[in-house]
């Protein structure tokens, strides 16, 4: 589901019909506020186009302001959210282009999506066939991680900015044409039923939950639970896959960014990819890659020990294979499996 931070932003926005102002970096500062609680800002300084310096009572933050503001307007502010992100309502200030702020269709579509129940625990594929086909032999491994690639890109997650992609000539029609907003809506109708769900690649999403949708003007019905999950990925940064591999095999496969610390104490952010199987002769095994600018951390787990010790022997070839390829392995090792439940 949509994070609360995230429903509380919106619904603040929809209510007081006052523009949100988000700090660009304040993730210790954020303890020195009180959601609800309003603050007199100060604006210092204008740091690049739409980043400002400005002191919220005694913190000294950096916002992201309209480019109307001068160094010396005064704001008054209102905590909506900490975590995971300091933002505030704009209430008034001393500069007459940012008073009066009406709720833009934008903002009232928002509103209305996160009041709205989520259908699934995921969003289908409109595609049911396996991503490997071959009826002898192994994978491809160039192979089928381009078909990975491709299931995760036209999921319809990303599908505004492959628009733009369209429009500037690196995206061809038919490609974008095989994402759901583009697909008949019983097609797509017919995924989100659940029907023949062993045979579907899928997007996780939240709980499912049975319960009755609103129309939304603008939006047809059929999408909701897409637009749903691009909000979600959005604020979370998450994104989980769920389908056939090759016929048969199931994979999850998770993707997120998180915040790390770099040896010098500045602040960095990491992207982490892990996919899990449960192989017939293996048993479960489960992969986890960190990508950080010192290179690729690899971490294989798996319940049985002799799983272990072959993975174990096969890790230098890995490793090999990998910097072959053009990727530095910072570390990689083998661990036995814990499940997470």
Known sequence: MIP????NSLKALALTQKPLVTAVSASTAATA??????????VQAQLAPGIF?????EQMLQLQLPGSFR???????????LLPRLTFTMATSANPLSTAEQLSSTARLLSSLTQQPFGKNF?????????WTGETGFPDPVELAGKLHTALSQSGLFYESHQAQWLAGARNT??????????PADKVIAALSGEDNTKRSSIESAPSVEQPRISIPGVADHLQPLIQQQLNALETRHVQWQGQIW??????????????????????HQWITQIQLNLPKLGNVTATLRFTGGGLSLSMDAEENSTRSKLGAASSALVSAMSDR???????????HVDAA
Do not use: C, R
């Not at 609360?4 to 429903?7: R, S, V």
């Not at 310096?53 to 009572?57: A, L, N, P, Y």
């Not at 038919?174 to 697909?183: H, I, V």
């Open 4 to 7: 609360a931070d995230a429903l």
């Open 33 to 42: 506020f009180e959601l609800g609680q309003s603050y007199q800002a100060s």
């Open 53 to 57: 310096k400005v002191q919220v009572g």
């Open 71 to 81: 160094a010396g307007d005064t704001i008054m502010l209102q905590v909506v959210s």
């Open 123 to 131: 969003v289908p594929s409109i595609q049911n066939a396996p991503l």
């Open 174 to 183: 038919t490609q974008l044409m095989q994402e759901p907003q583009n697909q």
């Open 247 to 268: 016929p048969n095999q199931q994979m999850n496969w998770k993707i997120h960014e998180e915040p790390s610390k770099s040896a010098s104490g500045a602040e960095e």
């Open 326 to 336: 053009g990727i530095t392995v910072a570390n990689a090792m083998v661990k036995q």
